[in-house]
């Protein structure tokens, strides 16, 4: 059955056929009678194909995969985008910590939790959205969030992004924009039309302007933890 969410500030209906995806947005469920923004379609047959293409896919992670993307590419639109990356929030501020599959996005922010308790939470745990909002400069939950279940109905302002590597010791540094811009592509989806690449590449510069990007080296404790928060909050 068709619903109507609200997902980024936007009315967003789809047809959520599969158990994973129907129990993760009932959050956002919200009243039919918004006229939707973004129309999700059922793709039964773009599923069925790819299930037949990739045997180790279920249909409900085909569901998972397709709608992703669609939803991300038309964001574009509303002026926002997809980073691969973990969104830890404290203070109603939000921090990305992004890096390749396997690095420890999610292990970094679950110090963050550790250290600040019931302040803190997990905006998105793998695929938060970054919304341009009347020149401000948003963190937005999505039930699009990985193999995890930790996402919330949010848009919280942005406070910084972080690009983290693996390390003994515990450092962090500012990353110049142009560094900044080439792990942001390659943590993004790169949309092929020309007009829709130029128009990620606008939002990207106008994010950079507004929001600073680090570099981190961290190994797993809170202490690393409280090294990304003393350098990215805004009471430094």
Known sequence: MKH??????????????YHVMIRRSEKYLCSQEHTPQIIIPYFEEHIRKMTQDNPHLSAEECEIILTTTFFYRMLLDFDGFMLHSSAVVV??????????????KSTHTEQWLKLFGQKAYILNDDKPA????????????SPWSGKSDLN???LVPL????????????WIKPLPQMQAIYHLLNQTLRPKEPEQMEK???????????VPVWQMGCNISTDA?????EAMSPRR
């Open 200 to 210: 990620l590449m606008s939002l990207l510069d106008s994010c950079l302007q507004r």
């Open 4 to 17: 109507v969410y609200k997902i980024c500030g936007l009315y967003v209906e789809c047809d959520f056929h």
């Open 91 to 104: 203070d109603d501020r939000a921090y990305l910590f992004s890096a390749p599959s396997g690095t420890g």
């Open 130 to 141: 970054i919304l341009l909002r009347d020149g401000a400069v948003f963190a937005g939950g």
């Open 225 to 229: 933890a409280k090294c990304a928060y």
């Open 159 to 170: 406070q910084g992004i972080c690009i983290l590597s693996r390390s003994e010791t515990n």
């Open 152 to 154: 919330k109905n949010a």
